[in-house]
């Protein structure tokens, strides 16, 4: 078991890993992009990437606090699902209402896998083997997709 410190200073030291490893890849729009803390330009809508001591998550957050529009930031996302689908080559899980742990409630489309601990350095390359390809497929969607939210910002 790691005290508070250790896990917080293990976290910092994958998520510099993972920025560094994917440093040298451009976006989809040949830009230098930090993946890590990636920028969709728009408020309220973030592409994340988490990992803990039992999973590792990559997801869309639509967190608009007026449920309206972030309604309508998810039916953006919906009318687009065939060419996201596409793109990601896998089925991802869209939650209409997301509730994270303070009860907060989002919109979230997101892929995980379990059994895996961003604690154990022996993880880390399937860790980087999960974010990479779909974070990178993400970036290419967006790359496509952004147009269509500009009436968000």
Request: net charge negative.
């Amino acid at each position: 078991m790691y005290s508070r410190e250790e896990a917080k200073k293990l976290k910092e030291n994958f998520w510099t890993a993972f920025g560094q490893y994917m440093s040298v890849m451009p976006s989809a729009d040949n830009e230098k992009v930090n993946w890590v803390n990636y920028k969709t330009g728009i408020k309220h809508l973030y592409f994340r990437m988490d990992a803990t001591n039992k999973s590792a998550n990559i997801f869309i957050e639509i967190s608009h606090p007026d449920e309206s529009i972030r309604q309508l930031m998810l039916s953006q996302f919906i009318e687009m699902k065939t060419i996201f689908d596409d793109m990601m080559q896998e089925e991802w899980v869209w939650d209409k209402d997301y509730y994270d742990e303070s009860g907060k409630v989002t919109s979230r489309i997101s892929c995980s896998i379990s059994k895996i601990s961003v604690f154990n350095k022996q993880y880390w390359p399937e860790l980087i083997s999960f974010f990479k390809p779909r974070i990178i497929a993400l970036d290419e969607f967006w790359s496509l997709a952004k147009y269509s939210f500009d009436i968000f910002k």
